[in-house]
């Protein structure tokens, strides 16, 4: 790993790539699948998932607390990358982008996660713990 830390993380699905790619694009199905635990209630307040369309979600934690993530859609290709900035509301912004990457694997899906820009490795830690849950979600939201 050079330069800032980042995180990369693969699952793979038996769901073809439009199902997995439409469950991560559509608005709808955004609090099926983003956020840490189903111990969280996840609030979609916007998802226009377009390139240069803004997204904000709203986390509340198990323990009261609410934690908004808010973004930027960069690249949006129909069933095989899905690319936006994040940055938690009312924090110092930082250059942080998180990809999806969607391949064919046999009659399923591979995918690819990375979460870059993130200023230190503390950081980086704390996001990917959020990341393997939202995979975990994701997997059970595409079946």
């Given at each position: 790993?050079?330069?800032?830390?980042?995180?990369?993380?693969e699952?793979?699905?038996?769901?073809?790539?439009?199902?997995?790619?439409?469950?991560?694009?559509?608005?709808?199905?955004?609090?099926?699948?983003?956020?840490?635990?189903?111990?969280?209630?996840?609030?979609?307040?916007?998802?226009?998932?377009?390139?240069?369309?803004?997204?904000?979600?709203?986390?509340?934690?198990?323990?009261?607390q609410?934690?908004?993530?808010?973004?930027?859609?960069?690249?949006?290709?129909?069933?095989?990358?899905?690319?936006?900035?994040?940055?938690?509301?009312?924090?110092p912004?930082?250059?942080?982008?998180?990809?999806?990457?969607?391949?064919?694997?046999?009659?399923?899906?591979?995918?690819?996660?990375?979460?870059?820009?993130?200023?230190?490795?503390?950081?980086?830690?704390?996001?990917e713990?959020?990341?393997?849950?939202?995979?975990e979600?994701?997997?059970?939201?595409?079946?």
């Amino acid at each position: 790993m050079t330069g800032t830390p980042e995180i990369q993380m693969e699952r793979s699905f038996k769901a073809a790539q439009a199902r997995v790619f439409a469950t991560l694009s559509n608005k709808a199905s955004v609090a099926l699948w983003l956020g840490p635990s189903d111990d969280y209630q996840v609030i979609v307040h916007d998802w226009d998932c377009r390139p240069q369309g803004r997204y904000r979600v709203q986390f509340d934690t198990p323990e009261g607390q609410t934690h908004i993530v808010i973004g930027e859609f960069r690249e949006v290709s129909p069933d095989t990358r899905l690319s936006f900035t994040w940055t938690w509301e009312g924090q110092p912004v930082i250059d942080s982008l998180v990809t999806f990457e969607l391949k064919p694997e046999g009659t399923g899906t591979h995918l690819l996660l990375t979460h870059t820009g993130f200023p230190d490795a503390g950081m980086r830690g704390h996001h990917e713990q959020g990341w393997a849950g939202t995979l975990e979600r994701l997997s059970r939201a595409v079946g």
